[in-house]
């Protein structure tokens, strides 16, 4: 038995403030790979958000934590051990709240919506009606695992729909994805997350579109008897735990997926997933046409031809896009000049730059649906065709090209959103060291690849009365900007200093500097300076703006030192808490 002999308790909490240090450990079971390289949507997830978790206790409470993760034999091994422990023993492997389970188990606040779909096979049809999803049912074979939500939803099926069929179990939704993707006559019940990761992977596998599943949510578990409940409390229910989940599950699963999400959390009904239904059937759709128009053209002469053509589609839009640019950037210097010469001619004026903004937010919105056809056309054809050297080099420039201006299209909404004051601004009061070292983390990566140091310099903690999101995405900016514009080797360095009642952060780097002219349109949008990114990094001059805007509207302001030659220094002041 796993119990009492392979493993032993976390410390608990009391001891840990006492001593200033501990240990907590979590105990888990893999849902497809080892976690420390897991690709497994859920389990990277849960890692982070354990490893924010200790974080937010040692910096609130001055403690060092070492974090430790113990993988059992199974699912229902995770859920026995911390039955049994007291301490600091904590279970993270995509675990449903249910009440049976409270009646054993502590759950943290949950952290994700818990969706559980039907799918089968692709030699299965896709059922249309009831009575075609029994007959479809009847006599073949389901996969899941013993003990689990899973389970219980294939068990309400039989009982609903007064059907029989054999159940065969694994140990992980993994295994439940693989085994139907080989067993032709199979089905069974999936999370969400992981039937999306197998679509994305042409994973052998559909969905039916019937009985799906949402109960109250996925969340960690811990004893009973543990004193850990007052700092599970406090920070999952804290405004650290929802910014800590937008970054992480932003980082997985994307923004969109994540409204989503929220959405289907908040609502007593399984009704919000009707919108993934429709966009998964849409994408499925979508996918089988591509596929078939690509088996259609095995010839390599023409899908050569098919190649040209969507570059060809690609560089009149990026085309298009530079055009706008450049003349919304002319445009704007010729009306502040008839301004100041014709006064009545204000009205008319305002409403052309309304105009232009207008037309670049609808061609941004209607170029969205054309990019997404010509990027997931050429991940199929990257993904089922033998292309030849030349096939592959066309390709992955569409690849390439297209990703960037879908970020280029997200940066043109997210500043006219701004712009419109769309975002709403929440000033809380908070620690500014906290999320700088978190943006210095997130750009590590950025200035490894061009040997660039980051230094953070402040050793006491300023509080501020500000947007912590918003903030973040400021001094991100700026950190970015000062990698994307120095040189290699140089180094970025960050501090914080109290000026006039207010707490100024500055980002100061060993670039170009700005001349005069760069000064006159520096937080301007849609404005390119002078200097240009030192390893071809893609720009299209709204990062200072955006900085602009969420500085003044959460109370605060920006400056600047700069020197041409040898660098420049923006600092954002914002409210003392």
């Known amino acids: 038995m796993l119990v009492g002999t392979l493993f032993a308790n976390g410390d608990s909490w009391s001891q840990i403030?006492?001593?200033?240090?501990?240990?907590?450990?979590?105990?888990?079971?893999?849902?497809?790979?080892?976690?420390?390289?897991?690709?497994?949507?859920?389990?990277?997830?849960?890692?982070?958000?354990?490893?924010?978790?200790?974080?937010?206790?040692?910096?609130?409470?001055?403690?060092?934590?070492?974090?430790?993760w113990l993988e059992t034999n199974g699912f229902q091994d995770v859920l026995q051990i911390v039955k049994e422990s007291r301490g600091g023993i904590f279970g993270a492997s995509s675990i449903s709240i249910t009440p049976e389970r409270g009646r054993y188990l502590n759950f943290t606040a949950p952290y994700m919506a818990d969706i559980a779909v039907l799918v089968s096979n692709n030699y299965l049809p896709v059922a249309l009606t009831e009575d075609e999803l029994k007959r479809i049912l009847t006599g073949n074979t389901a996969i899941s695992i013993d003990n689990t939500t899973l389970?219980?939803?294939?068990?309400?099926?039989?009982?609903?729909?007064?059907?029989?069929?054999?159940?065969?179990?694994?140990?992980?939704?993994?295994?439940i994805i693989d085994r139907i993707s080989q067993k032709t006559r199979s089905f069974?019940?999936?999370?969400?997350?992981?039937?999306?990761?197998?679509?994305?992977?042409?994973?052998?596998?559909?969905?039916?579109?019937?009985?799906?599943?949402?109960?109250?949510?996925?969340?960690?578990?811990?004893?009973?008897?543990?004193d850990w409940g007052i700092p599970v409390e406090e920070y999952f229910n804290s405004q650290q735990f929802e910014f800590d989940k937008f970054r992480i599950i932003t980082k997985y699963l994307g923004s969109d997926a994540y409204e989503i999400i929220g959405r289907i959390s908040k609502s007593a009904e399984i009704g919000p997933l009707e919108e993934i239904v429709i966009s998964n059937r849409e994408k499925e759709a979508q996918y089988e046409r591509l596929l078939e128009a690509a088996r259609r053209d095995q010839d390599s002469e023409r899908l050569t031809i098919i190649l040209i053509s969507i570059i060809v589609v690609v560089l009149v839009i990026l085309s298009l896009l530079y055009a706008l640019y450049f003349f919304k950037s002319k445009n704007n210097d010729r009306?502040?000049?008839?301004?100041?010469?014709?006064?009545?001619?204000?009205?008319?004026?305002?409403?052309?730059?309304?105009?232009?903004?207008?037309?670049?937010?609808?061609?941004?919105?209607?170029?969205?649906?054309?990019?997404?056809?010509?990027?997931?056309?050429?991940?199929?054809i990257e993904s089922g065709e033998k292309l030849s050297d030349q096939g592959k080099t066309i390709l992955g420039f569409i690849l390439q090209s297209s990703e960037k201006m879908s970020s280029l299209i997200d940066k043109?909404?997210?500043?006219?959103?701004?712009?419109?004051?769309?975002?709403?601004?929440?000033?809380?009061?908070?620690?500014?060291n906290d999320v700088i070292r978190q943006v210095v983390k997130d750009n590590k990566e950025k200035a490894k690849q061009k040997s660039i140091t980051v230094k953070f310099n402040s050793k006491r903690s300023k509080a501020v009365l500000a947007?912590?999101?918003?903030?973040?995405?400021?001094?991100?900016?700026?950190?970015?900007?000062?990698i994307k514009y120095s040189e290699v080797g140089t180094e970025v360095e960050i501090h914080v200093k109290e000026v006039d009642g207010m707490v100024r952060i500055s980002v100061q780097d060993e670039g170009p500097g700005l001349t005069k002219?760069?000064?006159?349109?520096?937080?301007?949008k849609y404005q390119q300076l002078s200097a240009r990114p030192t390893k071809g990094e893609a720009s299209i001059g709204l990062g200072l703006s955006i900085v602009k805007n969420f500085t003044e509207r959460m109370g605060g302001k920006v400056s600047y030192d700069t020197e041409l030659g040898k660098g420049t220094t923006f600092h954002i002041h914002l409210r003392k808490a």
């Not at 912590?468 to 000062?482: E, F, G, K, P, W």
């Open 17 to 68: 403030l006492k001593e200033k240090k501990g240990t907590v450990k979590f105990y888990w079971y893999p849902s497809n790979t080892v976690i420390e390289n897991s690709l497994d949507i859920i389990d990277g997830i849960e890692r982070d958000l354990a490893i924010a978790f200790v974080d937010y206790l040692e910096r609130k409470y001055e403690v060092s934590i070492e974090l430790q």
């Open 151 to 175: 389970n219980q939803s294939l068990e309400l099926i039989q009982e609903k729909l007064n059907i029989d069929f054999d159940i065969e179990y694994v140990s992980n939704s993994g295994q």
């Open 188 to 226: 069974g019940y999936v999370d969400i997350a992981n039937f999306l990761d197998a679509i994305d992977h042409n994973i052998d596998v559909k969905r039916q579109f019937f009985y799906p599943v949402k109960l109250e949510g996925l969340a960690m578990v811990y004893p009973k008897n543990s």
């Open 335 to 380: 009306l502040l000049e008839q301004q100041k010469l014709v006064e009545d001619a204000n009205i008319r004026l305002r409403t052309l730059n309304e105009d232009k903004n207008n037309l670049i937010k609808v061609l941004a919105h209607d170029l969205r649906s054309p990019l997404s056809n010509i990027l997931n056309g050429a991940q199929i």
């Open 412 to 432: 043109i909404l997210d500043a006219d959103s701004i712009e419109a004051g769309q975002h709403n601004i929440n000033l809380e009061r908070f620690k500014i």
């Open 467 to 482: 947007d912590n999101i918003y903030t973040a995405q400021v001094i991100d900016n700026l950190v970015s900007n000062a």
């Open 517 to 524: 002219e760069d000064e006159k349109k520096l937080f301007k």
